[in-house]
Nanobody, 118 residues
Framework: VQLQASGGGLVQPGGSLRLSCAAS?????????MGWYRQAPGKQRELVAS???????NYADSVKGRFTVSRDSAKNTVYLQMNSLKPEDTAVYYC????????????WGQGTQVTVSS
């Protein structure tokens, strides 16, 4: 069982990045709530965006209009397209797979660093 996050890096303010979260093992994104969270130094982890099993999406107010969460069920992969990045978006970004119905689970990926700086 694994969630592999990738795509982070250093970008200038106003730039874009696309994060990917590839699920494997017994995680199937089509029947899970997939979330992107982030944690900046000295701050608590916060939800950035999520997508449900039926495709419903939810975003933190701070990223609405700039970030887009999507999924490719055939690749069992979730994406976070981040545009108009700001320095305050700097954080480690984590993906999460959550399911309450049997089989239930709550898995986290290893995190990918996003740094927005000039």
């Amino acid at each position: 069982v694994q969630l592999q996050a990738s795509g982070g890096g250093l970008v200038q303010p106003g730039g874009s990045l696309r994060l990917s979260c590839a699920a494997s093992g017994s995680i199937f994104i089509s029947i899970s709530v997939m979330g992107w969270y982030r944690q900046a130094p000295g701050k608590q982890r916060e939800l950035v965006a999520s997508i449900t099993s039926i495709g419903g999406t939810n975003y933190a107010d701070s990223v609405k209009g700039r970030f887009t969460v999507s999924r490719d069920s055939a690749k069992n992969t979730v994406y976070l397209q981040m545009n108009s990045l700001k320095p305050e978006d700097t954080a480690v970004y984590y993906c999460n797979a959550y399911r309450t119905l049997s089989p239930s689970y709550d898995y986290w990926g290893q995190g990918t660093q996003v740094t927005v700086s000039s």
